[in-house]
Nanobody, 121 residues
Framework: QVQLVESGGGLVQAGGSLRLSCAAS????????MGWYRQAPGKQRELVAT???????NTADSVKGRFTISRDNAKNTVYLEMNSLKPEDTAVYYC???????????????WGQGTQVTVSS
């Protein structure tokens, strides 16, 4: 079994900061790309940022310059540092990891349960 457990969401005022964490655990052989997605009420889930195992990051234009993704390969953990938050950043944030687990012949995408981020104006 593989689990992705997120933490760090909450309520913050506009202009504030939050840091999300997501740790992958279980019978994992290797973790490829990890990332963050978000879904606001009534909207589709969208990409926020991803980072490869080698550290190459890809960030959505809507958060570029404000959000920074990073990861600790030794801990199978990905982080999202969110600064200068805006009310439009309000959403449920989901962690995603493409990983190979014991007993599998290929890597699959796994999702966390989501963590709520609410930015008040």
């Amino acid at each position: 079994q593989v689990q992705l457990v997120e933490s760090g969401g909450g309520l913050v005022q506009a202009g504030g900061s939050l840091r999300l964490s997501c740790a992958a655990s279980g019978s994992i052989i290797s973790v490829n790309t990890m990332g963050w997605y978000r879904q606001a009420p009534g909207k589709q889930r969208e990409l926020v940022a991803t980072v490869t195992s080698g550290g190459s990051a890809n960030t959505a234009d809507s958060v570029k310059g404000r959000f920074t993704i990073s990861r600790d390969n030794a801990k199978n953990t990905v982080y999202l540092e969110m600064n200068s938050l805006k009310p439009e950043d309000t959403a449920v944030y989901y962690c995603n990891a493409n990983l190979l687990r014991v007993g599998s012949v290929r890597a699959y995408n796994y999702w966390g349960q989501g963590t709520q981020v609410t930015v008040s104006s």
